[in-house]
């Protein structure tokens, strides 16, 4: 099982939106709804681009991160929100004995705060936005997850909430589940989508692997 974490495990991507808000306004502007809805999946370096572009300023990408992460480390500190559904799966997924990864575009300092909630006894693996060269949408984060799971990523069910995730996801080879967060996933094809994680189960997460050998 391989788990994206903002907005997919926890309710992070409102935390988020509040410190990208707080770093438009240092900045002298605010941010559109439509940046915004484009960052959500991106990589740090794209959403900084994003946000910088959608205000019309030429600010230091590098001094843009510094203040947001700041202020977003403290409120994963704080302690974040579940998704619906999402910690009963996930102790229904490792009761079951199933290997699982963390597969984040958020930088590794941040989700070594996140884990604070999620528990990283939960994870058997950890691949965050920093460590490798390409994020999603690339299909790298997830190939890296399956190998370091010794897994074939055909055989391996990804949950993920955003475009960017799911197209790194399919790229890879790996059954996507799609569960709505921030950003509409209709239109997409290729992903199983349901309402809530609450309507997931072990066994409902076999059959779509089953379905998919067959």
């Known amino acids: ?65 510094r203040y947001l992460e700041e202020r977003v480390s403290v409120m994963f500190a704080d302690g974040l929100i579940w998704r619906p559904g999402a910690p009963e799966l996930l102790a229904a997924v490792r009761s079951a004995g199933i290997p699982t990864a963390l ?13 604070i909630t999620l528990g990283p006894h939960n994870f058997d693996a950890v691949v965050a936005g920093d460590d490798l060269d390409e994020t999603k949408p690339h299909p790298a984060p997830y190939r890296t997850a399956a190998e370091l799971l010794r897994a074939d990523p055909a055989r391996c069910v990804a949950v993920e909430d955003s475009p960017n995730g799911i197209a790194s996801a399919l790229a890879a080879g790996c059954v996507v589940v799609g569960v709505p967060c921030e950003v509409g996933l209709g239109h997409l094809s290729g992903v199983h ?22």
């Open 1 to 65: 099982m391989l788990f994206d974490m903002d907005g997919t495990l926890v309710d992070s991507e409102k935390v988020w939106s509040v410190g990208l808000d707080q770093l438009a306004a240092h900045l002298g502007g605010r941010l559109s709804d439509t940046a915004r809805h484009a960052m959500v999946g991106t990589s740090m370096g794209q959403s900084m681009r994003i946000l910088h572009d959608d205000l019309g300023v030429d600010a230091d990408e590098a001094e843009s991160v």
């Open 103 to 115: 597969v984040t575009a958020t930088r590794r300092h941040l989700v070594e705060v996140a884990l």
């Open 193 to 214: 989508l349901v309402d809530s994680l609450a309507d997931l189960s072990v066994g409902s997460l076999r059959d779509l692997v089953a379905a998919r050998a067959a």
